[in-house]
């Protein structure tokens, strides 16, 4: 009688699963901006030349619009995904640097930098798509201004590299992520750094994206015990 009433208000067993949906978010977030990286350029994609002259130079974009709707989609996603990313990294971070450390609130910080930045640019797209539609109806002077910060906005993932400082930071210092993620966000790091130099901010893109990509993927195949 006893043992029965044990059995039945028994708490449920508590597994040990590692939660790694948050990192597989990380992943698709950063291929999202690999994707971005390559479907952006094919709007804009004309002949120099006609940068000088916004009535030409809208009028060879035309027809072209539907790059822009992939382009919006692209960056809706991933601006969702990296906010989930930079959620789980700060738990996962927490739960192994010293109590009121101020890393794992950067990493989460630089994820949502970008995704906030992203969504402005999937903005920009929206509106850009439209006009393109109807071109006859808009302003090649207000079209032009929209596709330069089309090719811009969207493209700054500085903030992402202060997200892989962090990385490397509490991996280097405490072995809180492994040596080698901890080395390879330092190198993407030193990229966005270089990007954030030199008048070429939008080239930050590459390396931060990758650095999501990669990053996401080694916490999301952590072996168990590690990835929660």
């Not at 969702?80 to 739960?95: E, S």
């Not at 993932?157 to 080395?183: D, H, I, K």
């Amino acid at each position: 009688m006893t043992s029965a009433l044990l059995d039945t208000t028994a708490a449920p067993a508590v597994t040990d699963r590692p939660r790694r949906g948050w990192a597989v978010a990380g992943a698709v977030g950063g291929l999202a901006g690999v994707a971005l990286f390559q479907v952006s350029p094919a709007l804009t994609d004309v002949d120099r030349s006609l940068f000088a002259d916004n009535d030409r130079f809208v009028a060879a974009m035309a027809g072209r619009e539907a790059y822009a709707w992939v382009f919006q989609v692209l960056a809706v996603l991933a601006a969702g995904c990296l906010a989930v990313f930079a959620a789980g990294l700060r738990r996962r971070l927490a739960a192994r640097e010293p109590a009121g450390g101020l890393l794992p609130d950067v990493a989460a910080a630089g994820l949502l930098l970008t995704a906030a930045l992203l969504l402005v640019g999937g903005g920009v797209a929206t509106e850009l798509y439209w006009d393109l539609r109807h071109l006859s109806e808009t302003d090649p002077d207000t079209v032009a201004a929209l596709a330069a910060a089309y090719s811009t906005l969207p493209w700054v993932w500085a903030g992402t590299g202060l997200s892989a400082g962090a990385v490397a930071v509490a991996g280097l210092r405490r072995r809180s992520v492994s040596r080698w993620l901890a080395v390879f966000s330092l190198l993407m790091v030193l990229l966005v750094v270089v990007t954030q130099a030199v008048p070429l901010q939008y080239l930050a893109l590459a390396p931060a994206a990758l650095w999501a990509t990669v990053a996401g993927l080694t916490f999301a195949l952590e072996r168990r015990g590690l990835g929660n």
